[in-house]
Antibody, heavy 119, light 108 residues
Framework: EEQLLESGGGLVQPGGSLRLSCVASGFTFSTYAMVWVRQAPGKGLECVAIIGGLDDNTYYADSVKGRFTISRDNSRNTVYLQMNTLRVEDTAVYFC????????????WGQGTLVTVSS | EIVLTQSPGTLSLSPGERATLSCGVSQSVISNCLAWYQQKPGQAPRLLIYGASSRATGIPDRFSGSGSGTDFTLTISRLEPEDFAVYYCLQYGSTPWTFGQGTKVEIK
């Protein structure tokens, strides 16, 4: 069974930093692209970062470009989201997800971790 | 950035009725990389449809997707009690991936 488990969320002041982790199991992690998606309280979904499987190419939403960095450690089956210069509007539940093969979209999701940016 | 617009914002229906949800896209979706997700309160999204019309593993056949280019539809043929939720479309053919704002299907 495929599983994704996020951690690292919490309360941080504006301008601060936080690193989220997502540990994967049940599939060959290194061969799949991974995605971070966030959801502000009561709002919709926003894809913030993507990292390729075998090629490690990265992509970011304009709202986080230059502040967030996605990376992966295939030896630990883990994908990270380093979040710097956090803003109040970054407050959200952050989900990690696995992109499926070929035309399959994000098909396995973690339960999410809450990040609250507040003074 | 590609913009997705879902309609209606809220759909009020009774169990057993048919639900038709629409997703309009600001430019043609590459390779029909359009997906539909279901989300219930406090839960992660669940993949229903990918490639515009392919059902994900374990998804009942009352869920179907159609469309191409810039206009896509999710149809739930007969609503079951567990289908009342929020539904999102996602285009993943171009980066950044973008979601629609969601359609809430509520019990009438």
């Amino acid at each position: 069974e495929e599983q994704l488990l996020e951690s690292g969320g919490g309360l941080v002041q504006p301008g601060g930093s936080l690193r989220l982790s997502c540990v994967a199991s049940g599939f060959t992690f290194s061969t799949y692209a991974m995605v971070w998606v966030r959801q502000a309280p009561g709002k919709g979904l926003e894809c913030v970062a993507i990292i390729g499987g075998l090629d490690d190419n990265t992509y970011y939403a304009d709202s986080v470009k230059g502040r967030f960095t996605i990376s992966r450690d295939n030896s630990r089956n883990t994908v990270y989201l380093q979040m710097n210069t956090l803003r109040v509007e970054d407050t959200a539940v952050y989900f990690c997800a696995k992109r499926g093969r070929g035309l399959v979209a994000a098909d396995s999701w973690g339960q999410g971790t809450l990040v609250t940016v507040s003074s | 950035e590609i913009v997705l617009t879902q309609s209606p914002g809220t759909l009020s229906l009774s169990p057993g009725e048919r639900a038709t949800l629409s997703c309009g896209v600001s430019q043609s979706v590459i390779s029909n990389c359009l997906a539909w997700y279901q989300q219930k309160p406090g839960q992660a999204p669940r993949l229903l449809i990918y490639g515009a019309s392919s059902r994900a593993t374990g998804i009942p056949d009352r869920f179907s997707g159609s469309g191409s280019g810039t206009d896509f539809t999710l149809t739930i043929s007969r609503l079951e009690p567990e289908d009342f939720a929020v539904y999102y479309c996602l285009q993943y053919g171009s980066t950044p991936w973008t979601f629609g704002q969601g359609t809430k299907v509520e019990i009438k």
